[in-house]
């Protein structure tokens, strides 16, 4: 059975994921685009779409599933740690956007990633 804080920290990290996947798919989209490494096959676009909805599936799922949720919690860490790329990449290409306009904040947004991958790991075990 999982803890009150547990609880509160898997919801919390579902807020983040739904809110984060309707922002790739609407308002937030251009800004996410420039996260798309160079070398990820396709149309930059494509791939901000298609992580929206993998986002907003995942913090559906955190928020509904009952069982397997340590699974669950690890394919949510997986994903964390495969947009990680982004994130180096906008920093190495001095790439800007909402809310990343300076080296500074791109720079510390790659230090975010490992907790969401903590936070995943935690909220969903037990």
């Known amino acids: 059975?999982?803890?009150?804080?547990?609880?509160?920290?898997?919801?919390?990290?579902?807020?983040?994921?739904?809110?984060?996947?309707?922002?790739?798919?609407?308002?937030?989209?251009?800004?996410?685009?420039?996260?798309?490494?160079d070398w990820i096959p396709g149309d930059p676009d494509t791939t901000v779409v298609a992580s929206g909805w993998v986002e907003i599936a995942l913090g559906t799922a955190l928020l509904l599933a009952r069982r397997r949720r340590r699974g669950l919690g690890r394919?949510?860490?997986l994903f964390f740690?495969?947009?990680?790329?982004g994130n180096v990449s906008q920093w190495t290409h001095h790439?800007?956007?909402?809310?990343?306009?300076?080296e500074m904040k791109r720079f510390g947004r790659l230090f975010l990633q490992p907790v969401l991958v903590l936070l995943a790991l935690r909220s969903t075990r037990g």
């Open 95 to 102: 790439r800007s956007a909402p809310g990343l306009d300076t």
């Open 81 to 85: 740690v495969a947009v990680f790329p």
């Open 1 to 37: 059975m999982a803890s009150v804080p547990q609880t509160i920290t898997r919801i919390a990290l579902a807020g983040v994921l739904l809110f984060t996947g309707v922002a790739h798919l609407t308002f937030a989209r251009r800004g996410f685009r420039v996260a798309v490494p």
């Open 75 to 77: 394919l949510v860490a």
